[in-house]
């Protein structure tokens, strides 16, 4: 898909309803649904984040970035995630927790970045946090500097392979709170996307696919 292309679409993308928990369900594991249930019987008080799905352009092709977090004790260790993190006492908004972030993980300054839309902000339970999508992007091509504590390394996916239905399969992995789950995912760059950044993804998609007016897959 040409950058071009993407950017004829903004405007439909500002004035479109969001999809909503709805298109997220299309990346979630039953096993994740069950959880959700049983946490918001508890109600806790989730700490808030943002994350960014930040689209620019490579030789007029659009692509977003995705990072893969450094091998940790922490809930999400080595998973495939967007820039982004938890929010600040001096954040005005989760917007700009999502820019701060992505400046500070793989080094976009917040001139260069933005926002066309705020995703439908979704809970992850296993490091009880509420996380806003944001969708933002760059008019010029990019120079990443991923944050070393944190980040192992930068990936850049062309914004067509997330629009490929053939991207789309299930994958058995375990992780620090569960055994042996069979997950939705996406294959992007020989990279398995699941979990929230997957969900968030099914909702972007969705906004995408309705703005170029393709069909929903």
């Known amino acids: 898909m040409s950058f071009n292309a993407f950017k004829d679409s903004v405007s439909k993308i500002k004035k479109m309803p969001l999809p909503g928990f709805e298109a997220q369900l299309k990346m979630a594991a039953v096993e994740r649904l069950e959880e959700l249930q049983r946490v918001s019987l508890l109600k806790k008080t989730p700490r808030k984040a943002a994350v960014m799905m930040l689209i620019y352009p490579v030789?007029?092709?659009?692509?977003?970035?995705?990072?893969?977090?450094?091998?940790?004790?922490?809930?999400?260790?080595?998973?495939?995630?967007?820039?982004g993190g938890r929010q600040e006492e001096e954040d005005q908004d989760d917007a700009v927790t999502a820019i701060r972030e992505t400046h500070e993980e793989v080094g976009i300054i917040p001139d260069h970045q933005e926002i066309i839309a705020a995703g439908t902000p979704i809970y992850i339970p296993p490091s009880n946090y509420m996380v806003s999508p944001f969708l933002a992007f760059a008019k010029a091509e990019l120079q990443f500097t991923p944050q070393p504590s944190e980040v192992k390394s930068i990936i850049e996916v062309p914004l067509h392979e997330l629009i490929d239905p053939n991207n789309v399969s299930k994958h058995t992995l375990s992780t620090s709170y569960a055994t042996n789950i069979t997950v939705p995912c996406y294959n992007l760059q020989d990279h398995v996307v699941w979990g929230a950044t997957a969900m968030m993804l099914a909702e972007f998609k969705t906004m995408l696919q309705k703005s170029l007016s393709l069909k929903d897959v």
Do not use: T, Y
């Open 59 to 83: 030789n007029d092709v659009a692509h977003f970035v995705l990072i893969e977090r450094m091998v940790s004790k922490g809930a999400h260790s080595g998973q495939i995630a967007f820039p």
